[in-house]
């Protein structure tokens, strides 16, 4: 298993991820102008400003998507030192993290996706690669462990493959 494996993006997947998010938008975006007043001529402000909020979230998440479409270069990059990741801005941020600091790895829904969690010991050897945001999402200060989060909402295989192949690399660098 010493060997190392490159995943890439599945284009098909990421556009249907696309076209789902961009369908979120533009209801969104008739929310927001619901709650502007431009049908009943009525201004609700709450409606407003949370539609409008999530809007801009989901058009520069969408706009990065895009951006990203173009990047040619591997997803997921397993070896028997490392796994890198670009599911996920958190798991982009970090880089390459060692197996010998992952203390446990499992799977979680979270909102509409299911992701790989990687539990890091070592915090601290990370700290510097994550801005404090990333940080303050990643760190659980009860285990004062780092949780790294990965997709396969992007790439050729299910979240169950995903994990599988998470699982067998740290367990064959522990050997």
Known sequence: MSKEIKIYRNTL?????????????????????????????????????????????????????????????????????????????????????????????????VGGDTLVVVYLKSAESYKTRLSKMYWNMAFDEQSQELQIMYSASEIDMTIDELLDLFLSYWKQSAE
């Open 13 to 109: 997947k990421t556009r249907n991820l696309l076209l789902s998010s961009g369908a979120i938008c533009i209801l969104l975006a008739a929310v927001f102008i619901y709650g502007l007043g431009l049908f009943d001529h009525i201004f609700k402000a709450k409606v407003a400003v949370g539609s409008g909020a999530v809007l801009l979230i989901m058009l520069i998440l969408v706009i990065k998507s895009l951006i990203n479409m173009n990047d040619k270069s591997a997803m997921f990059e397993f070896n028997e030192n490392t796994i890198s990741g670009k599911s996920a801005p958190l798991s982009k941020a970090i880089g390459p993290i060692a197996w010998k600091d992952v203390t446990a790895i499992e799977k979680h829904k």
